[in-house]
């Protein structure tokens, strides 16, 4: 799966790097048309529509809405102010004099705006009416399950769209594990998310991972195949018997490796729960810091596994994505003389 090419002509790639910038862009004709049937349900900003007013020179909050606002008068504009109802620059403010500068965009909504919350330990690369990206540090979350309240990826981005709408919500496509750093994604519609899901195979063309594991592998490159079933604890491990659960394959390729240590780059192309630990453990040589899979390592203080690079189709327009994250630098100085 992972090293074939797209079938679609006429396609469009873009790279991106963790900070989210293009890298690089090369066009051999137009993208694909735009799919109606996911685009419709793409937003859904149109449902409580707001109203968008651009500063073309300085004045206070409240003058400023009282002079260009139709159809309200001064005690219902500061209702409106009180119930964070007002933006600036996407930011909700309560404050009547608050001064604006030429160039400032200013949103009435009739509801109201949530505040802006910082992002904990993850990063947006790329966001769109369909998806985002995100690069996700270790010991992150990526969703919770329904005992578990801590904050997540899910939980937080859930609350950065709804500062656009109420309404607007998140859609898992795939996970990484607490400890796993790296790209992933989510959807912005349930129509986004079921068409990716529904033709993964398909629209993913590279998920490439670092792993960082215990011992001196000798074989360069290698495949792991097995069937992984989840015992009564919890932990995935592989059958003995052909057919017993779900078939799993990984590709590996040894990137540098030292007495101690050995640095994989590991390509999926099957993507089961806990594959690659699975798989690692199985060879003789565990993940460096996953004690559940054998691990005896606590080198670098996490689990050594980074979700480096994620290429797919973009589910509206047809172009072909691919984002990186660097290998993190802990990872490396296990090798550094």
């Given at each position: ?31 694909g ?29 409240l ?29 909700a ?126 074989k ?15 932990k ?15 590709h ?86």
């Amino acid at each position: 799966m992972n090293n074939r090419k797209p079938q679609r002509k006429n396609r469009t790639k873009s790279t991106f790097n963790s900070a989210g910038s293009k890298r690089n862009h090369t066009s051999a004709g137009k993208p694909g048309s735009p799919r109606p049937e996911a685009r419709g349900k793409a937003s859904t900003l149109d449902k409580t529509p707001a109203k968008t007013y651009i500063v073309q020179k300085p004045a206070e909050l409240l003058s400023f809405l009282v002079e260009h606002v139709t159809g309200m008068g001064r005690n219902s504009i500061k209702s409106a102010l009180a119930r964070g109802q007002v933006s600036v620059d996407g930011v909700a403010r309560t404050v009547h004099n608050f001064p604006l500068e030429q160039g400032q965009t200013v949103t009435l909504s009739k509801e109201k705006i949530a505040p802006e919350v910082p992002l904990t330990g993850l990063r947006i690369l790329h966001e769109d009416e369909a998806i985002i990206v995100i690069h996700k540090d270790a010991g992150l979350l990526s969703v919770a399950s329904a005992q578990e309240k801590e904050v997540t990826a899910y939980r937080q981005l859930t609350a950065h769209v709804r500062r656009e709408h109420p309404y607007n919500r998140i859609f898992v496509l795939h996970r990484l594990d607490r400890d796993t750093s790296g790209v992933m994604m989510f959807a912005k519609s349930e129509a986004v998310q079921q068409q990716m899901q529904q033709a993964w195979k398909e629209v993913v063309y590279e998920r490439t991972y670092i792993a960082l594991v215990e011992g001196q592998i000798k074989k360069p490159e290698g495949t792991i195949s097995s069937w992984l079933k989840e015992s009564k604890t919890l932990k995935m491990y592989s059958s003995p018997y052909p057919n017993d659960g779900q078939h799993a394959v990984t590709h590996y390729k040894l990137l540098q490796a030292n007495r101690h240590f050995s640095l994989l780059e590991v390509r999926l192309e099957t993507g089961r729960k806990n594959q690659i630990r699975v798989h690692m453990e199985d060879i003789g040589h565990p993940i460096v810091g996953d004690k559940k899979y054998g691990s005896k390592s606590k080198s670098i203080g996490r689990l050594g596994l980074h979700a480096r690079v994620l290429s797919f189709v973009h589910p509206v327009t047809g172009v072909l994505l691919r984002f990186e994250s660097d290998t993190p630098k802990t990872f490396l100085n296990l090798f550094r003389d």
